[in-house]
């Protein structure tokens, strides 16, 4: 079971907006731990989409945005697009001195 | 920029030990800086962090596969390894080698390899 909870799936039909959820706890997220999301597109290794809570690595569309706040985090993407279909994962660190990641959430492009 | 390709067999009897190889490309090892990560993809679930290993040696591992996993780093061949004793099917899965410059806690990875699928069957 994984230590950080994500929705299994959202969808949006083009153009429209979404938002994942990260349910943490105290022990990572609410003791300050950043959060990253990446983006898993399909046959394909897992693409860092967003780092330190809130960031884009260069290439990343301004479409993509993070945020955090207490014991949870969320991924926003607006005006979806077809190429967006793909599974999200959040991810941080414990103080169990453990590294952990969400369940995943699949985005389906209606 | 750094470059990560997974090697090793993709059948792997239970009880034996499963041993992948990730070779860096792009950046010598010897220089430090990263933290040489493996994760790994089971079927339809989530991502699972194995651990990693720093060049100098110190390693931190998963606490529920940390009796089982030993992470090595050889500089010189720049390359760095996955072993994981006493697998079971629970251990079939895509395997990924991944790059983390901070370390704990602030561990985020920024570059993975392709994956490797490894089944665990008779």
């Known amino acids: 079971q994984s230590m950080l909870t994500q929705p299994p799936s959202v969808s949006g039909a083009p153009g429209q907006s979404i938002n994942i959820s990260c349910a943490g706890s105290?022990?990572?997220?609410?003791?300050?731990?950043?959060v990253h999301w990446y983006q898993q597109l399909p046959g394909t290794a897992p693409k860092l989409l967003i780092y330190g809570n809130s960031n884009r690595p260069s290439g990343v569309p301004d479409r993509f945005s993070g945020s955090r706040s207490d014991t949870s985090a969320s991924l926003a993407i607006t005006g979806l697009q077809a190429e967006d279909e793909a599974d999200y994962y959040c991810q941080s660190y414990d103080r169990s001195l453990t590294v952990v990641f969400g369940g995943g959430t699949k985005l389906t492009v209606l | 920029q750094v470059q990560l390709q997974e090697s090793g067999p993709g059948l792997v009897r239970p009880s034996q030990t499963l041993s992948l190889t990730c070779t860096v490309s792009?950046?010598?090892?010897?220089?430090?800086?990263?933290?040489w990560t493996w994760i790994r993809h089971h079927p339809g679930k989530g991502l699972e962090w194995i651990g990693y290993?720093?060049?100098?040696?110190?390693?931190f591992y998963n606490p529920s596969l940390r009796t089982r996993v030993i992470i090595s780093v050889d500089t010189s061949k720049n390359q760095f390894s996955l072993n994981l004793t006493s697998v079971t099917a629970a251990d079939t899965a895509m395997y990924y080698c991944a790059t983390d410059v901070y370390g704990p806690p602030r561990n985020r990875f920024d570059t993975w390899g392709q994956g490797i699928q490894v089944t665990v069957s008779s």
């Open positions: 105290s022990s990572n997220i609410g003791a300050g731990s950043d």
């Open positions: 290993a720093y060049y100098t040696g110190i390693t």
């Open positions: 792009g950046d010598p090892m010897r220089r430090g800086g990263f933290f």
